[in-house]
């Protein structure tokens, strides 16, 4: 019996790990709450901008978080676009987004096109 991982639970480390996989870029988007970074962040040494979409439900979580993280990393721009676990797992596996957040467990295909990785 396969014992299932609880959605918040997954979505804490997954945040989390695709927030510190950051990588050093100078490419910049606006964040959920739809402000640019600052110039401040903007001249920031290192500067990274992730996107993700997916899941309704953790939005409003995801949000609060992507919020609390720019306080800590003002050279990070995280966009997280609520359309649905459905659109999330679809732009996950087209490589249109860096992670996704998903009511529903990948199956095994969705899994090995995106290499196991990057959905909550």
């Known amino acids: 019996m396969k014992r299932r991982v609880p959605v918040g639970l997954a979505v804490v480390c997954a945040f989390a790990l695709v927030a510190s996989a950051c990588g050093s ?3 910049s988007a606006t964040d959920t709450t739809g ?3 600052t110039s401040a962040a903007a001249g920031a040494k290192d500067t ?4 993700g979409a997916g ?3 953790v939005q409003s ?3 609060e978080w992507i ?8 050279g990070v721009s995280i966009n997280y676009q609520g359309v649905g676990s459905g659109a999330g797992i679809q732009q996950l596996t087209s490589k249109t987004v860096d992670f996704a957040g998903s009511d529903v ?9 995106t ?3 990057g959905s909550v």
């Open 35 to 37: 402000s640019t970074p």
């Open 115 to 117: 290499g196991g990785a």
């Open 67 to 74: 919020k609390q993280y720019g306080k800590a990393a003002p």
């Open 61 to 63: 979580m995801l949000q």
């Open 105 to 113: 467990a990948l199956k095994p295909e969705e899994q090995a096109a």
């Open 55 to 57: 899941s309704t439900f």
């Open 25 to 27: 870029s100078t490419k």
């Open 48 to 51: 990274a901008s992730l996107s």
